[in-house]
T-cell receptor, first 113, second 115 residues
Framework: QKEVEQDPGPLSVPEGAIVSLNCTYS??????FMWYRQYSRKGPELLMY????GNKEDGRFTAQVDKSSKYISLFIRDSQPSDSATYLC?????????????FGTGTKLQVIP | DTAVSQTPKYLVTQMGNDKSIKCEQN?????MYWYKQDSKKFLKIMFS???????INETVPNRFSPKSPDKAHLNLHINSLELGDSAVYFC??????????????FGEGSWLTVV
């Protein structure tokens, strides 16, 4: 079993839809949770960063963490064609003062105009 | 100004060759990484350096040898390339420590194809 599980998709939605992207994890030692967006032929870029259970909102994006269920989500409201990308969840453990980041496999999202 | 830059962006080479990918960051970070992303988009850490010292070395064949001449540079040398080495290699960097201040910043990737 992988430490971080993420549905690879692809996920196709019409423009304006609400998108829900999810990851589950098995290691309760994960302390920080992130969502990265990766456009085709580009490197991943950080979208959201959170460390506690609950919701964190940034514009059209909301990150949700449920540590008791070991489940995180990213919601995108009013989705736009420019949101079409692969979304990777990532989780951090600190060991010896250094961070080790484990990524999910990514979900490919396509927003259709 | 590119924060994390890596060269070359595309590399096609024959099996058995030796090749290097260079990486530089101008963010003042003290930790640098090499990640490998396979055809299924799975991003897996290979190495991590802090202030030129190796701190993470995942199960990577010893044909892969990272070198950090200073904390702003981390190069990756690959000997005796194999078909299975074909992937995208991402260099990244961050501050050390806890919290959102140590966000990992990625380069644009180096597409390696071994034929």
């Amino acid at each position: 079993q992988k430490e971080v599980e993420q549905d690879p998709g692809p996920l196709s939605v019409p423009e304006g839809a609400i998108v829900s992207l999810n990851c589950t994890y098995s290691n309760s030692a994960f302390q920080y949770f992130m969502w990265y967006r990766q456009y085709s032929r580009k490197g991943p870029e950080l979208l959201m960063y959170t460390y506690s259970s609950g919701n964190k909102e940034d514009g059209r994006f909301t990150a949700q963490v449920d540590k008791s269920s070991k489940y995180i989500s990213l919601f995108i409201r009013d989705s736009q064609p420019s949101d079409s990308a692969t979304y990777l969840c990532a989780m951090i453990i600190y060991s010896g003062g250094y961070q080790k980041v484990t990524f999910g496999t990514g979900t490919k999202l396509q927003v259709i105009p | 100004d590119t924060a994390v830059s890596q060269t070359p962006k595309y590399l096609v080479t024959q099996m058995g060759n030796d090749k290097s990918i260079k990486c530089e960051q101008n963010l003042g970070h003290d930790t640098m990484y090499w990640y490998k992303q396979d055809s299924k988009k799975f991003l897996k850490i290979m190495f991590s350096y802090n202030n030129k010292e190796l701190i993470i070395n995942e199960t990577v064949p010893n044909r892969f040898s990272p070198k950090s001449p200073d904390k702003a540079h981390l190069n990756l040398h690959i000997n005796s390339l194999e078909l299975g080495d074909s992937a995208v290699y991402f260099c990244a960097s961050s501050h050390t420590g806890t919290g959102s201040g140590n966000t990992i910043y990625f380069g644009e990737g180096s597409w390696l194809t071994v034929v």
